[in-house]
């Protein structure tokens, strides 16, 4: 099992950052693939970004790119997503999430979210 919990969020104006982090706990972060999702109000889940397990190999959604970066930290089970230059359009439900056999970035199969944390972009 793998308990993933999202920390971070919040009220930022446009043209802020934030960093979100996402804690987990269980035997096989080590090896799991994670990713950042996130859903707007009355719209479909999203992919933001995915990480491989060394870190090394990442994945972003076209309209992502140059503004975040995902990382991790595998000696503190934790990842991130940084967020800049942020746009009223980015506000949503951030989730994060994990697939624990270590897919490749760009089709790895997520079995476990965590809660979400909110991120409002104020214009």
């Known amino acids: 099992q793998v308990l993933l919990v999202e920390s971070g969020g919040g009220l930022v104006q446009a043209g802020g950052s934030l960093r979100l982090s996402c804690a987990a706990l269980?035997?096989?972060?080590?090896?799991?693939?994670m990713g950042w999702f996130r859903q707007a109000p009355g719209k479909e889940r999203k992919f933001v970004a995915a990480?491989?397990?060394?870190?090394?190999?990442?994945y972003y959604a076209d309209s992502m790119k140059g503004r975040f970066t995902i990382s991790r930290d595998n000696a503190k089970n934790t990842t991130y997503l940084q967020m800049n230059s942020l746009k009223p359009d980015d506000t949503a439900v951030y989730y994060c999430?994990?697939?624990?056999?270590?897919?490749?970035?760009?089709?790895?199969?997520?079995?476990?979210w965590g809660q979400g944390t909110q991120v409002t972009v104020s214009s």
């Open positions: 269980g035997r096989t972060f080590g090896s799991a693939t």
């Open positions: 990480i491989d397990w060394s870190g090394t190999s990442t």
């Open positions: 999430a994990a697939d624990p056999f270590g897919r490749p970035v760009r089709t790895a199969l997520y079995g476990y």
